[in-house]
């Protein structure tokens, strides 16, 4: 269920910068993930590994789509955050959201409207419109409805 792990990280980073994120980003992150799967390689490696080994792979690459959506449709967020992030690795505690985290000496980006059509026309990421969901205001399962769902495929 990698819907559930997009929305988390989505989740994070909108904590960390106290700013609501639109929903549209984990349906992104998610669409990424179904994307590189589909392919042989590294990532579809990782993701047939045993134990939680997935998961937490699958994790790190959705901070680093995360990160990589936010530098392209809000610089001045993505500078907010630390630049591990988009390595993969956790947000720290939240500090003040305004904290410049890169040391490049260049003034911060002036703040920005959400704006989807800078990311669906950035050379990277092209590729979504192709495959985000015919229906995007359908519903999707959250936390304790899919947790009761598989439960009942399972049979408990």
């Known amino acids: 269920m990698p819907w559930l792990i997009a ?12 700013v609501e994120l639109p929903a549209r980003y984990a349906v992104w992150i998610e669409a990424r993930a179904e ?31 995360m990160a990589a959506l936010l530098g392209t449709e809000r610089p001045d967020l993505y500078e907010c ?21 890169h040391n490049n000496r260049k003034p911060l980006h002036p703040p920005r409207d959400w704006d989807p059509q800078r990311v669906l026309e950035h050379r990277r990421w092209r590729w979504l419109v192709k495959h985000l969901p ?23």
């Open 35 to 65: 994307v590189s799967y589909a392919k042989p390689g590294h990532f579809r490696q990782l993701m047939r590994g045993r134990g939680n080994a997935p998961r937490d792979w699958l994790r790190v690459y959705m901070r680093h789509w």
């Open 81 to 101: 955050l630390p630049d591990t992030y988009a390595l993969g690795h956790p947000l720290p505690p939240p500090v003040h959201p305004r904290r410049r985290w």
């Open 7 to 18: 929305e988390s990280v989505c989740n994070e980073v909108s904590r960390f910068l106290g």
């Open 134 to 156: 015919a229906n995007p205001d359908a519903e999707r399962p959250t936390l304790p409805n899919a947790v009761t769902a598989a439960n009942e495929r399972v049979g408990v």
